[in-house]
């Protein structure tokens, strides 16, 4: 990702990537809700715990990606991307636009 974000001279940088608590094969061959979660709440978590993990309680964060998989309270800090076309100048004045408050 932050190879990605350099060569495209994108500005600022990528200071980290959350953790997969649920990979992708893992959740393909089970059903989720036998745990009681959906996909959407283990992204969720894992914004959630890396948040914890690193950041003040008030910090401004944007959350980008490409599928619409995320809990309705990260949603003013989301900013979903078309998997073909990546992050736009549009969505990137968005997410300066949050993180600038």
Do not use: C
Not at 28 to 40: A, K, P
Not at 66 to 78: G, K
Not at 86 to 94: F, Q
């Amino acid at each position: 990702m932050q190879d990605m974000w350099t060569d495209r001279q994108l500005p600022g940088r990528v200071i980290d990537i959350t953790p997969t608590i649920v990979s992708a094969s893992w959740s393909s061959n089970i059903d989720l809700e036998d745990f009681g979660l959906d996909v959407r709440q283990s992204k969720g978590i894992e914004i959630d715990f890396w948040l914890f993990e690193n950041t003040l309680a008030d910090a401004r964060y944007v959350i980008i990606d490409d599928e619409y998989e995320i809990p309705d309270s990260q949603l003013p800090h989301f900013i979903l991307t078309n998997p073909f076309d990546g992050l736009t100048e549009l969505l990137a004045d968005r997410a300066i636009a949050l993180l600038n408050g």
